[in-house]
């Protein structure tokens, strides 16, 4: 077996309540890494194309990679994957904290879950065995106490990746949170291990990961902290929450629901109340996933109305919670964010749904009576979090808003999808592509709709790629320019490693700390080949379901129809299909069904997956 494994996964019927455990393959682990790679695959050999996303056929899966629990830079994340039933498509969320390195310790790279238990249960593994156990206890609590009483059955040592009572509603925008605040946050993969009564993963374990040259790996991580990037020590002393100000300014910061600009509507002196100084004068201490060198996040202050752990906002939560709907109260994004952390929903979804709330409100779509007497309206900060709470509770109003923008505005009507801003039932993220122009791409063509750590052109890591990308307007040579940093994002990703690990130091730190670990002969540019591997599946996965990416709806107002008037980003209207047109060439894939040629599936070692390709019949859907 491949060193940096533990060479073990473990599958999980619930329905019959059956566990067992299958060695991993040395020849996949080189093809996939792990993370979604290996998830990938697994899913779409075992998974029948057409399962419900809430239904006992889809199988939920909780993947490490290799250089998760290792000492290289920054390797402590795993990957949650499933269908996802907020978007019909593949679904994988990442996520740093501990427990990645310690489902390692416990003995297995990864587990995968089947089936629906008839009544709640969790999983307990330590050190090699696993087993059910009953969870009625912990149902109905929130992350962090059922954390605490995870740690209180099992030892100070445990730690687990759990659902709050959102995931236990099936509500489509909530997730899976471990240590109190780290969230595997896309795709509703929350409301799918709530479908499977599985309140939590919870592991325990000693056990060592086997490593090819251990000394070379920790001379690497010792060698590669000391040239830390600029962006990497901005993170280091504010987190991600020491762009927002910037973020705001620039034009990359969607404002008031995507219909505004930082210039006009949340002008500087705003953004700089809920941005870097004065969001660390907040902060208790620093806080940092497992044997991180940046050490990103924070613990807030104990004051009146935050929860016991209140986590730092990240930029996405104060951006989300706060400058789309123009509320630039602090203290009201830590109680929201501390709601999303306990409830298990995600911050990116609650603020898209709560600005989305407001515009409907101030359209006269929604009246005081349908938000259960708020005055919801821009800046209402104390309004906002009432919202976030019955959001949160599925109570009233947020009932119809816990399932995310998508399904809201169809339940709504009167015009009300004009405001839900998202891609094929994603809400997008917090980084307009009317700034980042390759993110008009990664919305779209990415095998999970509406996100932006998969990188691209001009984004975080092409600065990095040797294919020098062009003035981010210009369209020539786009696609190859996107390709490469979004390539590479999946192979990292799958790696188990941060991408803020990678960003923060030089590119050669990753195939150098793949190779020290696992023996593996590796270069940039296999990583590449791995990394369009992974994109190719994952988007495979998705044609199988019968769905083409250029027909998924994505709300104009996120390329600049229309263009807004005012702000950094004034006048621009981003050629989505101009962009998307060059990256289908890039990829090899058609430029109507957006199939792969049988060409590059058989460069891929992909072609197991072409008799399964369905080509949907119905027309375009318009934007």
Known sequence: MARGYMGKLLFVDLTEGRITEEPLDEQMCREYVGGYGIGARILYDRMKPGADPLGPDNILGLMTGPLTGTPALIGSRYTVVAKSPLTGTWGDANCGGDFGPNLKFAGYDGVFVSGISPKPVYLYIENGKAELKDASSLWGKGCLDTEDMLREMHGKNTEAAVIGPAGEKLSLISCVVNNKGRAAGRSGLGAVMGSKRLKAVAVNGTMKIPM?????????????????????????????????????????????????????????????????????????????????????????????????????????????????????????????????????????????????????????????????????????????????????????????????????????????????????????????????????????????????????RNWEIGYKSPVKPTDKYNYDNFGEEHKEPSNMMHAINAAGICEFGYFSYPAQAFPDALQAVTGWNITYEECLKIGERLANLRHLFNLREGLNPLQFYINSRAIGEPPLREGNVRDI??????????????????????????RKLAELGLEFAAKDVRIPAEPPRAR
């Open 212 to 456: 090819v040259d251990e000394a070379r790996i920790n001379a690497i991580r010792r060698d590669y902290t000391a040239d830390m990037s600029a962006d990497g020590k901005t993170l280091h002393n504010y987190g991600t929450g020491g762009f927002m100000a910037g973020s705001a300014m620039s034009g990359d910061s969607p404002i008031k629901n995507w219909g505004g600009a930082g210039a006009t509507d949340f002008p500087s002196e705003k953004a700089k109340k809920i941005s870097d100084d004065m969001l660390i004068a907040e902060q208790e201490k620093r806080y940092g996933c497992w044997h991180c060198t940046v050490a990103c996040g924070g613990e807030m202050k104990q004051k009146p109305g935050r929860a016991r752990m209140s986590h730092k906002p990240e930029y996405e939560t104060l951006c989300m919670c706060g400058a789309l709907s123009l509320n630039d109260d602090l203290e009201s994004i830590i109680r929201i964010n501390d709601i999303c952390n306990d409830y298990g929903l995600d911050t990116i979804s609650m603020g898209s749904v709560l600005g989305f709330a407001v515009e409907c409100c101030e359209n006269d779509i929604l009246t005081r009576d349908d938000v259960g007497g708020l005055d919801l309206r821009w800046g209402a900060s104390d309004a906002l979090v009432a919202l976030a709470e019955k959001v949160a509770r599925r109570e009233g109003i947020g009932n119809v808003l816990a399932d995310g923008v998508s399904v809201a505005a169809a339940k709504i009507g009167m015009g009300a999808e004009r405001y839900a801003v998202h891609a094929q039932g994603q809400e997008l993220p917090a980084h307009d592509p009317k700034f980042h122009p390759g993110l008009a791409v990664s919305y779209r063509m990415d095998a999970t709709p509406g996100r932006h750590t998969q990188a691209a």
């Open 573 to 598: 209207k981003i050629q989505e299909a101009i962009a998307v047109r060059s990256y289908l060439k890039a990829m090899d894939w058609d430029p109507k069904t957006a199939v792969p040629s049988s």
